[in-house]
């Protein structure tokens, strides 16, 4: 839990106590429902910190709840739904704790089976994100040089954007650039889809597919995007030689997909001739 | 619209028609236009008072012809006027060449998508009688930010304890608004001080200038994010700290000779971040904000919300030292 979840937990808990505390014991309904109001940090609790933090809330509330057998001489109903609600504060705690621990082991299990690549590489899908510059032709070779000759299928991912009225005067040089960009890039990726092929990768194992961007969009979310949307196994991408500013100022696609791809991520890093920065 | 129509209109509003006035719907040749001329925009005239300058930056600034500031002959509301000059342009940013454009397109999808969201100006576009893109933009009556800050006659150590709190408590609310047109997957353009207005009307600061733009595809919000803690700097600063002032300033002899080059803005290497070592009584907390756009900085910020929250924490700090004597 952290510090924010924490403080909530402590506020919830003593926030129930107190008003349980200053309710008058005439109000035999109100104290019923303050019973159970217990069991909102409990289940809070157990819910961000597992099975052991759920135990251990039950026992706080239960500690923090026993005036409540001492100072209200009641009926012996009411004395007995207090030892109820205090079974019912532990069960809580057990059963939504085992809950997260369960659901947080699956997620794991799932991320751990997904990094099993089989070893040769065959049958691998793989995703090769595609940048304008020259290290995506280095990029081609080198992979090329390592996994042809295989049976894997690669698709190779162009992000472009479709809308450069913005770059321009008026909206007909916006759309002659952009479809003389469609071409050049369209040349460009059938060079490279030449050379996967040439290395030994099926023909009809290699794909081209051209994403689409509106608006102000990281080129990295439409990669996650479509990692999430196809079933790979890996994603291969140039990484370029960047100074810290560099860095800072234009982002970098590799660095954001190593954080949040959920496969295996391999980048190709280039010389900075070859990084000349992509477009 | 004739021009006895118009004649009649500037009289009604207590204005005289000059003998030279032109009356237009064409607006292209914006350097042509002059105050006193009337430009007809979807049948609304408007009367120009005076070509714009940039705010603060001294009287001697070239005027700026394509903003016009007007008056609505029908409301008698003063319009800001802004005429279709595009330009692409490379600015060096950090040793790095930065291609960047005025749009008008840009500028009127932004106006369009923050219609409503009071820490913007507010205005549409219109296209004038050739297809020119017009923006016709509501007056903000008030100071610039930088002005705002500019005109505190105060030692640095003064205005941190009785300025400081107040104008970056003032300010957070429009700073994290371009986290608004982010969501909307656009860009500001143009952070800069003296792009926020403090609106004396609706006291609050609002920005102004939405038509620059500039595509980096990995980092969309990139140039956004630089302004932000620039503005951040020079507010916390009591305006930008360059080496040659550091240098020149008696008051920092001591200390010029520790300036580290990471004590610098990671992207220019002379706007000094590192405010805390000239001005020590700086909290921690808010120098780190700073910090974060310098050459320690090993993490960057990907938001303006990360920022803001930063910063909001922050002010925390000024609580205790501000004292409004
Ligand atoms: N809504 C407004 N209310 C009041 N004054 C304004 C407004 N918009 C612009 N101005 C004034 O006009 C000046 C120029 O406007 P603006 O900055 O929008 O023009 P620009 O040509 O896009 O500038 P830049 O070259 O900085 O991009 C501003 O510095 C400001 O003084």
């Not at chain 1, 239960?62 to 030892?83: C, E, S, V």
């Not at chain 1, 990484?239 to 970098?252: N, P």
Request: aromatic share 12%; glycine share 8%; proline share 4%.
């Amino acid at each position: 839990m952290n510090r924010k979840q924490i403080s909530i937990a402590i506020i919830m808990m003593f926030g129930v106590a107190v008003f349980h505390f200053f309710i008058p014991r005439d109000f035999l309904s109100l104290h019923i429902l303050f019973r159970l109001l217990y069991l909102v940090p409990i289940a809070y609790i157990a819910l961000y910190s597992g099975r052991k933090g759920g135990v251990l809330a039950a026992i706080t509330m239960t500690i923090i709840f026993l005036p409540h057998f001492f100072m209200d001489r009641t009926t012996q109903d009411f004395t007995a739904g207090n030892i109820a609600a205090v079974i019912l504060f532990h069960i809580t705690g057990f059963f939504v704790g085992s809950f997260r621990d369960s659901s947080e082991r699956v997620v794991i299990n799932q991320q751990q089976q997904h990094v099993v690549v089989p070893s040769t590489g065959e049958g691998c899908n793989i995703l090769f994100y595609i940048d304008n510059s020259p290290l995506s032709i280095a990029s081609a070779e080198w992979f090329g040089a390592y996994f042809g000759g295989r049976d894997i299928a690669v698709t190779l991912l162009w992000v472009y954007n479709e809308d450069e009225s913005e770059k321009f005067a008026s909206q007909e040089p916006a759309d002659e650039y952009v479809s003389q960009q469609g071409n050049e890039t369209a040349a460009f990726l059938d060079e490279l889809r030449d050379m996967l092929i040439d290395s030994g990768i099926p023909r009809e194992s290699v794909l081209i597919k051209n994403v689409a961007v509106t608006g102000k969009v990281p080129v990295s979310d439409k990669i996650l995007e479509e990692l999430k949307d196809g079933n790979y196994d890996l994603l291969l991408l140039s990484k370029h030689q960047q100074t810290k500013a560099q860095e800072f100022l234009f982002g970098d696609v590799p660095i954001r997909l190593l954080r949040e791809a959920s496969i295996p991520v391999l980048s190709v890093k280039g010389t900075p001739e070859e990084s000349s920065s992509p477009s | 619209m004739n021009k006895n129509e118009v004649e009649a209109l500037i009289t009604e509003r207590g204005r005289k028609s000059s003998a030279r006035m032109r009356i237009v719907d064409d607006t292209s040749d914006f350097m042509a236009l002059n105050p006193g001329d009337v430009m007809v925009l979807n049948d609304n005239p408007y009367l120009i008072t005076r070509n714009e300058k940039e705010s603060g930056f001294g009287q001697d600034d070239d005027p700026k012809f394509w903003v016009k500031r007007t008056i609505s002959l029908l409301t008698g509301e003063i319009k800001i006027v802004k005429l279709v000059f595009f330009e692409e342009f490379v600015q060096e940013v950090g040793g790095y060449k930065i291609h960047f454009y005025r749009s008008p397109i840009k500028e009127a999808r932004v106006l369009e998508a923050v219609r409503g969201h009071s820490l913007f100006m507010h205005g549409f576009d219109v296209n004038d009688n050739v297809g020119n893109n017009v923006r016709i933009i509501d007056f903000i009556r008030g100071p610039s930010l930088n002005k705002l800050v500019g005109n505190c006659n105060m030692s640095h150590e003064h205005y941190f304890h009785s300025r400081l709190l107040e104008i970056l408590t003032g300010v957070c609310d429009c700073l994290q608004s371009l986290s608004y047109l982010h969501e909307n997957g656009l860009v500001h353009g143009d952070v800069r001080w003296d792009h926020i207005l403090y609106d004396r009307d609706q006291k609050r600061y609002r920005w102004i200038d939405f038509d620059y733009n500039y595509d980096f595809p990995e980092n969309p919000f990139g140039m956004d994010l630089i302004g932000l803690g620039e503005i951040i700097t020079c507010i916390v600063g009591m305006g930008g700290c360059f080496y040659s002032d550091v240098k020149a300033n008696p008051m920092f002899k001591g200390v010029v000779d520790q300036l580290q080059p990471e004590d610098f803005s990671i992207l220019e290497q002379n706007r000094l971040m590192n405010l805390r070592k000239i001005y020590p009584y700086i909290p921690e907390r808010l120098n780190n904000v700073l910090l974060h756009f310098s050459g320690y900085a090993t993490v960057f910020y990907e938001s303006v919300d990360e920022v803001l929250n930063d910063l909001r924490d922050a002010l925390g700090d000024l609580e205790g030292v501000s004292n409004t004597n």
